[in-house]
């Protein structure tokens, strides 16, 4: 496994002894470490959502307001999710330790301090919280893979076709209006044939990009296939579909290329949901579609 850089790494030391937050402070920055420091609760609140530290060192008995408090208002707060919060405390009775874990800290030490097994487990809360950033930040980035098409940057086949068919089930159940609109580039084979493959993919791209830029924010665009391309429109009835379908097409018809004397044109066919079997919502849009093309292209039907 690669090892996790935690220089850097902020820590915020909140006591209000200054010969601790002296100590701590000089025994972390040996070891590479930001440090911010705050010497009551209500700083600590202040300082935390400002820098936002990566870890939280936290004495217990304060004035005013005391370490489990603090502690329960920073778990509170959505941008302290994930932050570890360690306890610092004479107090060893067993109620305190239990009460420390129940309002959110990851850890208890108890002072008297060693340095070296305090440092020991500030590098272990900051691995595993630097470890859990980067697994979730890899599972997001799995979970955009997998239903964003790689060329386009838009949703593939197999999102939208399940996406399509949650859509359907919510608007039968709640009887709302759902329509859809299948795209095709006119005469794209051409394009490949006389331009060659990369202006094609770059063509699919600009297209996939004006689709998502035509459409309004709850439409859903994906690439369907090849050069063609599928737009799922919630609650959306038949003749606002088509007013979005006209205006995708007419932005298209009017991109300039690079190279010279290419025109590039878009032909649509739109359906509105009225039974319950998607194969029947596709393939109308579908006929449409071929409809569009044998009536000269260029056009939405």
């Given at each position: 496994m690669q090892k996790i850089d935690l220089s850097n790494a902020r820590v915020l030391i909140v006591d209000d002894t200054p010969q601790n937050i002296q100590l701590l402070g000089a025994a972390l920055k040996d070891?590479?470490?930001?440090?911010?420091?705050?010497m009551n609760g209500e700083k600590a609140l202040q300082i935390a959502q400002r820098v936002l530290p990566d870890l939280?060192?936290?004495?217990?008995?304060?004035?005013?307001?005391?370490?489990?408090?603090?502690?329960?208002?920073l778990?509170?707060?959505?941008?302290?999710?994930?932050?570890?919060?360690?306890?610092?405390?004479?107090?060893?009775?067993?109620?305190?330790?239990?009460?420390?874990?129940?309002?959110?800290?990851v850890d208890y030490i108890i002072k008297p301090f060693n340095l070296t097994e305090l440092k020991a487990r500030v590098k272990t809360h900051l691995t595993l919280k630097f470890a859990l950033e980067e697994l979730k930040r890899k599972n997001q980035e799995l979970e955009r893979i997998v239903v964003i098409d790689s060329l386009t940057q838009i949703y593939?086949?197999?999102?939208?076709?399940?996406?399509?068919?949650?859509?359907?089930?919510?608007?039968?159940?709640?009887k709302q209006p759902l329509s859809i609109l299948i795209l095709d580039i006119d005469l794209f084979k051409q394009i490949n044939d006389n331009y060659g493959h990369l202006v094609g993919d770059e063509v699919l791209k600009i297209v996939a990009q004006t689709i998502r830029q035509t459409v309004r924010e709850n439409d859903i665009p994906a690439r369907y296939g090849g050069e063609e391309f599928l737009v799922v429109f919630p609650r959306t009835d038949l003749e606002q579909c088509r007013v979005v379908a006209e205006k995708i097409r007419g932005n298209i018809q009017n991109l300039k290329w690079k190279q010279p004397g290419m025109k590039?044109?878009?032909?649509?066919?739109?359906?509105?949901?009225?039974?319950?079997?998607?194969?029947?919502?596709?393939?109308?849009?579908?006929?449409?579609?071929?409809?569009?093309?044998?009536n000269g292209r260029n056009r939405i039907e």
């Open positions: 070891e590479g470490f930001q440090i911010n420091v705050a939280i060192l936290l004495d217990i008995t304060m004035t005013e307001m005391d370490g489990f408090e603090v502690c329960g208002k778990k509170k707060l959505d941008e302290m999710e994930g932050i570890p919060i360690i306890f610092l405390t004479a107090r060893n009775e067993i109620e305190d330790i239990v009460k420390g874990f129940e309002v959110g800290a593939n086949r197999h999102f939208i076709m399940d996406r399509l068919s949650e859509e359907m089930a919510e608007a039968l159940r709640f590039l044109t878009i032909s649509g066919g739109t359906s509105q949901l009225n039974q319950n079997k998607l194969n029947v919502f596709i393939d109308q849009a579908d006929q449409l579609l071929y409809k569009a093309k044998n």
